[in-house]
């Protein structure tokens, strides 16, 4: 499975979904194929899950979306047991595991490619609705069914190692220029003033 | 503390508009939990890690709530990166809440927590974190209010460290 094509039919989907992305290559191919305002490219490894699920909690009514990768799940696995305990309905967690730390130029494997299973850790941890999603045609059912399901979904995406995000052009917005279209268009959607944004 | 000091800490955290916490339970703050957890107008987060305590407060700060984190100073240490990517870097304030172990102040330290105290405020400037220590209840609702205030307008993390009255 290639991660592009799963992002290309995710980018297909969204409306008014928040979107929360963690630094590797999917955060350069999301910003490619999604110029939304509710998209919010966290800028390190490890925390988009958090940041997402934090969003989640204060907008319950909104559609939260976190884009993650294997490594960045492995550095921050204690979010696996707060999720299964918390169960936010309206998030739903794409983690693209392609079982090297790709970002490295050395493509050496994640603990991924041997004997861990991200997915069976998410069930332990209490997350239901966890699994593999191990091709295309199934990525389009499960993947993209979790969209409009009330649930909690954690989907382990195993895709392979894809360097087209060296290729495509970089995200040209600086990380608190980002911070502000995200904070500015949940204004304007939730009709309400966030503290910390300046007026004047 | 006494609990008269924990019901003025938590009314002076929502005075100030806090209104989502996460936190790891600790030993001289904790009786502030269950007044958080029974106060509707406060939403309270457990979690695993202080690194996730900054990262998921730092998505409802996002989201529009007025966001604290209630840690031990050990947690300072594990969520050094969180507060240096999420909170420091993307700009994101917090008001967090520590209680400050094994400093001078801290009226239980001994050897188990003296180490960790040393080290905490050093940190705390080694990552840029501004910080007020306090020792006793004086002003209590006005420094809080003053840290919010602080953390919204740097758009940052801002720490108060409690100690003196606080670890009793």
């Keep these: ?200 | 503390m006494k609990d008269e000091l924990a019901r003025r800490l938590v009314q002076s955290l929502k005075a100030a508009g806090i209104n989502f916490v996460t936190y790891l339970p600790e030993t001289r703050l904790s009786q502030i939990v269950p007044l958080i957890r029974d106060d509707p107008d406060m939403e309270l987060i457990p979690v695993a890690n202080e690194s996730e305590a900054i990262t998921i407060a730092a998505g409802a700060t996002l989201g529009g709530k007025q966001a604290a984190v209630y840690m031990e100073n050990t947690g300072i240490y594990t969520s050094c990166y969180s507060l240096l990517t999420v909170g420091k870097q993307l700009g994101v304030p917090l008001l967090l809440v520590i209680a400050y172990l094994g400093g001078v102040p801290d009226l239980r330290n001994s050897f188990l927590y003296a180490t960790i105290g040393k080290h905490s405020i050093p940190v705390l400037n080694g990552l840029g974190v501004d910080h007020t220590l306090l020792e006793d209840g004086d002003k209590l609702e006005v420094k809080i209010k003053d840290a919010v205030r602080a953390a919204n307008s740097l758009r940052a993390p801002y720490a108060l460290l409690f100690a003196g009255e606080f670890s009793e």
């Design chain 1, 1 to 200: 499975m290639i991660r592009y094509e799963c992002l290309q039919l995710l980018a297909s989907k969204m409306s008014n979904q928040l979107v929360v992305t963690s630094q590797s290559g999917q955060r350069i191919e999301w910003s490619h194929l999604s110029r939304h305002e509710g998209n919010l490219l966290v800028g390190m490894m490890g925390c988009a899950i958090g940041v997402a699920t934090g969003l989640a909690l204060a907008l319950p009514h909104r559609k939260v979306i976190a884009l993650d990768s294997d490594g960045s799940v492995l550095l921050s696995l204690f979010n696996l047991a707060t999720l299964g305990n918390l169960q936010p309905k309206n998030l739903v967690v794409y983690v693209f595991d392609n079982g090297v730390y790709s970002g490295s130029r050395i493509s050496y494997p994640t603990a991924t490619a041997g004997n861990t299973d991200l997915a069976a850790m998410a069930r332990g941890a209490g997350i239901k609705n966890a699994q593999t999603i191990r091709d295309f045609e199934e990525f389009k059912k499960a993947g993209v069914d979790a969209l409009i399901r009330n649930e909690l979904g954690f989907f382990v995406c195993k895709v392979e190692e894809s360097l087209m995000h060296r290729e495509i052009p970089r995200p040209n917005t600086d990380l608190a220029e980002n911070k502000y279209t995200f904070v500015r268009y949940l204004e304007r959607t939730e009709e309400k003033a966030i503290a910390f944004v300046g007026r004047g």
